[in-house]
Each structure stands twice: as C-alpha cells, then as structure tokens.
C-alpha cells in the first residue's frame, strides 16, 4: 500500500496549491478519502473529506469555500485545490484512506507533504 503526496510548497498569503495523493496496493474506488494536517505543537486535525464514489464531501469549518477535495477514481487519486490560503494553513499535509468492512478498519497515511504560507 502506497500514498504519495506531492504539491506542497511555499506560497504567499492569498495564493493557491493543489496537492495530489496518488494511491496503489488496494481497492482505492471503495475507500473514503481524506486530507489531513498537521502545524508545528499542533495536533493533526481532519481538513476534508471525501467518500469512496465523491458524491459527499466534507470540510473543517476553517478551510470551508476556500479548499476543495476531489477524486478520480480512474486514477487512483485524491486532491486538494487550496485557494486564498492563509499563514495559518502552514501545516504537513496528509493523505488518509480508510474503509471499514467485515469488522476491519483499513487505515492507511501518506509520508506528507509541507505546505507553508508565508509573505
């Protein structure tokens, strides 16, 4: 099982990213997908949601009308468009997969990738 971010950077107050997580090693049309992040003596907080077909989504309060989350099941990846972002948007960004069948939780994480807000 493999989750990798990538799309992180540096960027000004006001500007835009979009991270891409790409998955392989399992079934990634049948689990929910979501970013996380994570700010220096912060604890890793959920940003968006997404369910395994895309058609619910969900947002922290903090980033709703300004992120959007978004799939392609075809190939097999999750992303995250970032606009009019924020100093306080500075964090590791995490990819998460998850599905819960059979009495299982499959939880799988991404190495992350940083993204810093900065003038």
């Known amino acids: 099982v493999q989750l990798v971010e990538s799309g992180g950077g540096l960027v000004r107050p006001g500007g835009s990213l979009r991270l891409s997580c790409a998955a392989s090693g399992f079934t990634f049309s049948s689990y929910a997908m979501s970013w996380y992040r994570q700010a220096p003596g912060s604890e890793r907080e959920l940003v968006a949601s997404i369910s395994s077909a895309g058609g619910s989504t969900n947002y922290a309060n903090s980033v709703k009308g300004r992120f959007t989350i978004s799939r392609d099941n075809a190939k097999n990846t999750v992303y995250l468009q970032m606009n009019s972002l924020k100093p306080e948007d500075t964090a590791v960004y995490y990819c998460?997969?998850?599905?819960?069948?059979?009495?299982?939780?499959?939880?799988?994480w991404g190495q992350g990738t940083q993204v810093t807000v900065s003038s």
């Open positions: 998460n997969a998850r599905l819960l069948a059979l009495g299982h939780d499959y939880d799988y």
